[in-house]
């Protein structure tokens, strides 16, 4: 299964590695989920991984998006016309609307039903709830 994980989720899963948002990158790491990202999402992933704030070491963050990069689909999307509240969280939708696959994110009220166009948008808890079922 193809999953798109906004970068919130990433760095909640560092920070409390008992969550909801570890146990799906968990899914990832473990092979039973795949991740969907384009340049621009990798991009975004490094830059606030790296972020002074969080002290994730450089290398760990190394290892950790070449797990997931290796693992991955790599894709170029269509854009979309849609518009969302923030317009930097554009490429997560972008990417799985063009994988046809859901998005998992912290912040689902940045993806309004009515800019979504058919892409199923969890929480994390969410998601991991109908993972289980």
Request: hydrophobic residues 50%; proline residues 8%.
């Amino acid at each position: 299964m193809l999953v798109v994980l906004d970068t919130n989720v990433l760095v909640s899963a560092l920070l409390s590695p008992h969550g909801s948002p570890a146990s799906v990158l968990n899914l990832a790491l473990g092979g039973e989920i795949r991740l969907a990202f384009d340049d621009r999402i990798l991009a975004e992933y490094r830059e606030v991984l790296l972020r002074p704030k969080f002290g994730f070491a450089p290398g760990d963050v190394g290892d950790l998006l070449a797990a997931l990069e290796a693992d991955g689909e790599h894709v170029i999307p269509r854009s979309l016309n849609v518009r969302l509240p923030d317009k930097d969280d554009l490429p997560f939708l972008e990417v799985a609307a063009f994988v046809n696959a859901p998005l998992v994110t912290g912040n689902t009220a940045h993806f309004p039903a009515s800019a979504r166009g058919g892409v199923d948008v969890y929480s994390p808890a969410a998601f991991v709830k109908m993972w289980k079922m």
